[in-house]
């Protein structure tokens, strides 16, 4: 207490002028009050007041005794424990009303009434909230003066205008994200809060602690629990399979010369000139499962303990242009990569 009571007689009294004593320098009630005392032009104009006649007022409001004379020398007032906390609640009752309610407060407030309402910030990024979500930003005046600050609770997506000498940054309760300019989503929920990267590169940084940062590209989804970073990188589908297009009679050929003891072909087996596209990198029965799943290919074998017998193969024709033949095999030539 007695640390809050010389922190509050410094903050209203007129030792505001000077320098700051060592011991208030890092501590974060000093820095909090601090704020709440100069957030308004109200308390700036009061800040050099005589604060022993404020005690008095407020001891008058109270139920306290006959307000006395005040002297024109600024005294330092002992707070007893029912002061200290009058002065507490004042501060942050006062602080947070002319936050909410006076016409001067540079903040912008917006809540979302409705699913996906658009706002458009003073730098033309435009925001699409969810219903209930709340941002808060300052007026065109001052929201591009150095960085671009958003403040956000709950869901909303960010498509931001590039301007990368005015880093643009949105803040919630538990994390941030920087971006120069790209298209994100964020929701933020107590101290959860998740992010998805749609174009361009964002940094979601754990506010409590920075070196918890993730790099986003586009596809990219990072979340905070208020403990740790859980993040899913972009799916990648693998590259497409490399396939040749062969006729089929070149295809039983090749075949049946690489997996003479393997492949046995039916009698009747009438292949033809058809073109298919196959994969010839694995082994037979994996050529084999590759046809089965072409829906233009009709196949008909038996696999008996590693060998197949090949009762039918046929294929619709569409117009291919084979790229490898049985010659091309029997010189070596590479398959497709």
């Known amino acids: ?69 005040s002297v024109s020398e600024p005294k330092i007032v002992g707070l007893y424990p029912w002061r200290l906390g009058v002065a507490a609640s004042f501060l942050l009752v006062l602080g947070f009303a002319l936050y909410f309610l006076q ?100 940094n979601f940084v754990v506010n409590e602690d920075p070196s918890q940062a993730q790099l986003l590209n586009p596809g990219d989804k990072v979340s905070y629990d208020g403990n ?16 040749n297009r062969v006729m089929l009679v070149d295809l039983i050929d090749i075949l049946g010369d690489r997996y003479p003891a393997s492949l046995i072909l039916s009698p009747g087996l009438s292949p033809g000139r058809t073109v298919i596209e196959v994969d010839l990198r694995g082994s037979l029965s994996e050529i084999l499962a590759d046809l089965s799943q072409n829906e233009t290919v009709r196949l008909d074998f038996v696999d008996t303990r590693g060998t197949f017998y090949l009762n039918r193969i046929e294929a619709i024709d569409q117009g291919l242009t084979p790229d490898y033949r049985f010659q091309d095999y029997l010189i070596g030539r590479p398959l497709a990569q």
């Open 1 to 69: 207490m007695d640390k809050l009571d010389r922190i509050l007689n410094f903050v209203i009294s007129e030792e505001r002028q000077q320098e700051v004593p060592q011991e208030f320098v890092d501590d974060k009630d000093f820095q909090e009050l601090s704020y709440l005392w100069e957030l308004s032009d109200v308390l700036k104009a009061s800040k050099d007041a005589d604060a022993d006649s404020g005690w008095q007022s407020i001891d008058l409001l109270i139920g306290g005794s006959e307000v006395q004379e």
């Open 103 to 202: 016409p001067q407060n540079p903040y912008i407030t917006i809540v979302a009434q409705s699913e996906h309402e658009e706002v458009v910030l003073p730098d033309d990024s435009r925001v699409t909230l969810r219903d209930g979500a709340t941002i808060r930003y300052l007026s065109e005046e001052a929201f591009s003066e150095s960085e671009r600050i958003v403040f956000l609770d709950g869901a909303a997506i960010f498509d931001v205008e590039r301007d990368e000498d005015h880093p643009f940054k949105v803040v919630t309760s538990g994390t941030t994200v920087d971006v120069l300019g790209t298209e994100f989503s964020y929701r933020a929920e107590g101290v959860y809060s998740e992010s998805e990267n749609i174009s361009g590169l964002v």
């Open 228 to 243: 740790e970073l859980a993040f899913t990188p972009a799916f990648v589908p693998p590259p497409p399979t490399p396939r």
